[in-house]
């Protein structure tokens, strides 16, 4: 069964950095397309990140600058590093498989991790 | 950016109502359009890809259709378990781009 499971969330300070991981079962990270999303508080579901399979790489312009997507190949997990913390980057954090196809995959977020909690607070 | 708009935002309705969703996108974006079910404190589950493809295990009361701008997403007859938040999705190009959500609640 694929599966994603993220850690790494907890309070941290604003100006502060985080670093969430995604580890991946049942399929290759490498091989697919790789994204961050979010979902503060109240709000909706907001695209943070996307890493291609060839590694490149896109950021929403809220995060650009401050936040950097990356994998372990080796380890088949995928990294959020976050900078810069505002109160606004408050959320729950998914790492999900997708949005383009990839294989048999749809044009989709088809796997979702658990999610995992960030709060920028003083 | 393309922006997504989703309405109503909130929806009252009864077990056994027939629900429509509605998602229009500010160009076209062929049928690259996917239908996300929330429920609170859990992450989101893909229902419907590529504007009308049901997804494995959910359940056939669920249809998406459209193309273009406008989709839509109906449930035939609600089931208690449908009480949840929606949200459409454009997959056509970057930034990906989420609709603000349709609330579904118990009437």
């Known amino acids: 069964e694929d599966q994603l499971v993220e850690s790494g969330g907890g309070l941290v300070q604003p100006g502060g950095s985080l670093r969430l991981s995604c580890a991946a079962s049942?399929?290759?990270?490498?091989?697919?397309?790789m994204s961050w999303v979010r979902r503060a508080p109240g709000k909706g579901l907001e695209w943070v990140s996307l890493i291609y399979r060839v590694g490149t790489t896109f950021y929403a312009d809220s995060v650009k600058g401050r936040f950097v997507i990356s994998r372990d190949n080796s380890n088949n997990t995928l990294f959020l590093q976050m900078n810069s913390l505002r109160a606004e980057d408050t959320a729950v954090y998914y790492c999900?498989?997708?949005?383009?196809?990839?294989?048999?995959?749809?044009?989709?977020?088809?796997?979702w991790g658990q999610g995992t909690m960030v709060t920028v607070s003083s | 950016d393309i922006q997504m708009t989703q309405s109503p935002s909130s929806l009252s309705a009864s077990v056994g109502d027939r629900v429509t969703i509605t998602c229009r996108a500010s160009q076209s974006i062929s049928d690259y359009l996917n239908w996300y079910q929330q429920k609170p404190g859990k992450a989101p589950k893909l229902l419907i890809s590529s504007a009308s493809s049901l997804q494995g295990g959910v359940p056939s009361r669920f249809s998406g259709s459209g193309s273009g701008t406008d989709f839509t997403l109906t449930i035939s007859s609600l089931q208690p378990e449908d009480f949840a938040t929606y949200f459409c999705?454009?997959?056509?190009?970057?930034?990906?781009?989420f609709g603000q959500g349709t609330r579904l609640e118990v009437k």
């Open positions: 999900a498989r997708g949005p383009y196809a990839s294989g048999s995959y749809p044009s989709a977020f088809d796997i």
């Open positions: 999705q454009q997959s056509w190009t970057t930034p990906i781009t």
């Open positions: 049942g399929f290759t990270v490498s091989s697919n397309y």
